[in-house]
């Protein structure tokens, strides 16, 4: 008698298996958080063993930051790095709707593993330097400053925000949480 091997444990190419693996990892991650995570629950969410998962990644550090590295680079095509304009806060929240563990992995769980910690604080520092070219408008360089590193973290909590509140109307989400990107340019701004 032969058995009939599933989609997820027959032979397939190692690029696609490790992008199944990492899926896996990411959803896994994302319920228990990084230290409460074993290969062995990762290897079960993904329908392969350990050797497997193994033969792709030498350790569960490694895993996790390569998911932080995918679910960045995925973020960064969706929502572009070098300029914010109207289509970005919509992008964002695109971004988080089309993968909302990534989107929490990164900039909720991971912001507080201190191992991943440097990762985060590139993509923040990086948010923020945007953020500042942009307020350059603002001729007070404190309260440039301020809202230089005011305005990416709050707009990722709000994004997460909505995210935990259901995902309720995105195109109503964006206007609002642009409203309050507005709010706090104009306070930055006012004399």
Do not use: C
Request: charged fraction near 25%.
């Amino acid at each position: 008698m032969t058995a009939v091997r599933s989609e997820s444990t027959r032979r397939m190419p190692r690029a696609q298996r490790r992008e199944q693996i990492l899926a896996a990892a990411t959803r896994a991650f994302a319920r228990a958080g990084f230290a409460n995570t074993s290969l062995d629950a990762i290897a079960a969410e993904a329908g392969v063993t350990p050797v497997i998962l193994y033969r792709h990644f030498a350790s569960k550090a490694d895993l996790y930051r390569e998911v932080l590295e995918s679910a960045n680079t995925r973020l960064v095509r969706a929502t572009g790095i070098d300029d914010f304009d109207d289509a970005s806060i919509p992008a964002l929240i695109r971004a988080a709707a089309a993968d909302p563990d990534a989107f929490r992995l990164l900039f909720r769980y991971a912001a507080r593993e201190t191992e991943f910690r440097d990762m985060i604080d590139t993509l923040i520092d990086r948010g923020t330097e945007v953020t500042r070219r942009h307020l350059a408008s603002i001729p007070d360089e404190r309260w440039r400053g301020w809202a230089a590193r005011l305005l990416p973290s709050m707009t990722i909590d709000a994004v997460i925000a909505w995210l935990d509140a259901g995902q309720p109307d995105p195109d109503q989400a964006a206007i609002r949480i642009r409203g309050i990107v507005d709010a706090v340019i104009g306070a930055a701004a006012a004399h």
